[in-house]
C-alpha cells in the first residue's frame, strides 16, 4: 500500500507522527514541540558563541510569523525556559537567552530526534539507516532555504 501512496502524501504522514512523538517528549517538560523547537534554536544559537538573539532570527529559523513568534516567546518567559532582556546594541530589540532550567536543552532535543529516528527506523541495519539520513540530507539540500542548508551543516 505505501509504494502506490503518492510522496507527498508520505512525507505529510512521516511529519505527523515525527510531530506527535515530539509532542509527547515535550509534553513531559511543559511544552509544546513547537516551543521546544524554538528553545532548541535559542540554545543552540547561545552554544554556538552567539551573543545577542533577537526575536527576528527566531522567526527566520523557524520560519513563522512576528505575531506567532511573539506569542512563542511570552509563553516560554512565562513559563521560565527563557529571559528578554533589552540589547545592548539597539535599544529597539530584546535580547533572548536561555534560563538555567534551559541552558543546553537542544542536547535534550537532539537525543530525543535520535530516539523517534531510531525507532522509526526499526528493522533497518546501522548501514541502511545511514544511507537513509544521507538520502535525506540531499534530498533537504535541494529545498531552496537557507535555514534547512543551514541546519544541515550544524550536524
Same mark, same amino acid.
Given at each position: 500500500?505505501?509504494?502506490?501512496?503518492? +510522496?507527498?502524501?508520505?512525507?505529510? #504522514?512521516?511529519n505527523?507522527?515525527?510531530?506527535?512523538?515530539?509532542?509527547?517528549?515535550?509534553?513531559?517538560? =511543559?511544552?509544546?514541540? *513547537?516551543?521546544?523547537?524554538?528553545?532548541?534554536? *535559542?540554545?543552540?544559537?547561545?552554544?554556538?558563541?552567539?551573543t545577542?538573539?533577537?526575536?527576528?532570527?527566531?522567526?527566520? #529559523?523557524?520560519?513563522v510569523?512576528?505575531?506567532a513568534?511573539?506569542?512563542?516567546?511570552?509563553?516560554?518567559?512565562?513559563?521560565g525556559?527563557?529571559?528578554? *532582556?533589552?540589547?545592548?546594541?539597539?535599544?529597539?530589540?530584546?535580547?533572548?537567552?536561555?534560563?538555567?532550567k534551559?541552558? =543546553?536543552?537542544?542536547?535534550?532535543?537532539?537525543?530525543?530526534?535520535?530516539? *523517534?529516528?531510531?525507532?522509526?527506523?526499526? =528493522?533497518?541495519?546501522?548501514?541502511?539507516k545511514?544511507? +537513509?539520513?544521507?538520502?535525506?540530507?540531499?534530498?533537504?539540500?535541494?529545498?531552496?532555504?537557507?535555514?534547512?542548508?543551514g541546519?544541515?551543516?550544524?550536524?
Open positions: 500500500m505505501a509504494a502506490k501512496m503518492p +510522496f507527498g502524501l508520505k512525507i505529510a #504522514i512521516l505527523r507522527a515525527f510531530r506527535k512523538k515530539m509532542d509527547e517528549k515535550a509534553s513531559d517538560m =511543559g511544552l509544546t514541540s *513547537v516551543q521546544l523547537r524554538v528553545l532548541g534554536s *535559542v540554545s543552540r544559537l547561545e552554544e554556538a558563541g552567539q545577542e538573539i533577537h526575536q527576528n532570527d527566531l522567526e527566520k #529559523i523557524e520560519c510569523t512576528h505575531p513568534m511573539t506569542r512563542l516567546i511570552q509563553k516560554l518567559e512565562r513559563k525556559f527563557i529571559k528578554c *532582556v533589552t540589547s545592548t546594541f539597539d535599544r529597539r530589540y530584546k535580547k533572548i537567552s536561555c534560563t538555567e534551559s541552558s =543546553g536543552i537542544h542536547k535534550i532535543i537532539l537525543a530525543q530526534d535520535k530516539e *523517534v529516528f531510531d525507532e522509526f527506523c526499526k =528493522g533497518l541495519d546501522g548501514n541502511k545511514a544511507e +537513509f539520513a544521507n538520502l535525506l540530507d540531499c534530498v533537504l539540500k535541494n529545498v531552496n532555504t537557507d535555514i534547512y542548508i541546519e544541515l551543516s550544524e550536524k
